[in-house]
C-alpha cells in the first residue's frame, strides 16, 4: 500500500514523477531538487468497503425509482402486496444476467429474483 512520503532535505511532501528517459517512477520534492527512486509503482489505491446497511438502503431505494419499470404481474410473498420493480443485475457468483424483483410496499421492501 502506498504512503505519503516526505523530502529528507526540507520535510515537504513529495510527489510522484515519471522518468520517460529511464522508464522508472520517482517521487519528488516541488520544493528543493530532491528525488529519490520509488520502491513501489502504486501511487494511488481507492478502497471502498460496505456494510450491509448501505447494500439494503439501495435496495430499499429502488423501489422508489420512477425510471426503474413495474409490474402487477407478481406478488410479493412476504406482504402479499401486488406491484413490485424489477431490473436485471448479475448476481454474486453467478454467469449471466438474473431478474430482480423489489417489492414496492414502502414497509417491506423485499426482494427476490425470477
Known amino acids: 500500500m502506498s504512503t505519503m512520503k516526505f523530502c529528507r532535505e526540507c520535510n515537504n511532501i513529495l510527489y510522484p514523477k515519471e522518468d520517460r528517459e529511464q522508464k522508472i517512477l520517482l517521487y519528488a520534492c516541488r520544493n528543493c531538487d530532491h528525488q ?3 520502491d513501489n509503482n502504486c501511487v494511488y489505491r481507492n478502497e471502498v468497503h460496505h456494510s450491509v446497511g448501505e ?3 439501495v435496495l430499499q431505494d429502488v423501489a422508489a425509482d420512477p425510471t426503474l419499470p413495474r409490474t402487477k404481474a407478481v406478488r410479493c410473498v412476504q406482504c402479499n402486496h401486488g406491484e413490485a420493480v424489477f431490473f436485471q443485475a448479475t448476481a454474486r457468483g453467478e454467469e449471466g444476467m438474473t431478474l430482480f424483483f423489489v417489492c414496492c ?3 417491506c421492501g423485499y426482494r427476490w429474483r425470477d
Open 36 to 38: 529519490e527512486v520509488a
Open 105 to 107: 410496499n414502502p414497509n
Open 55 to 57: 447494500r439494503t438502503q
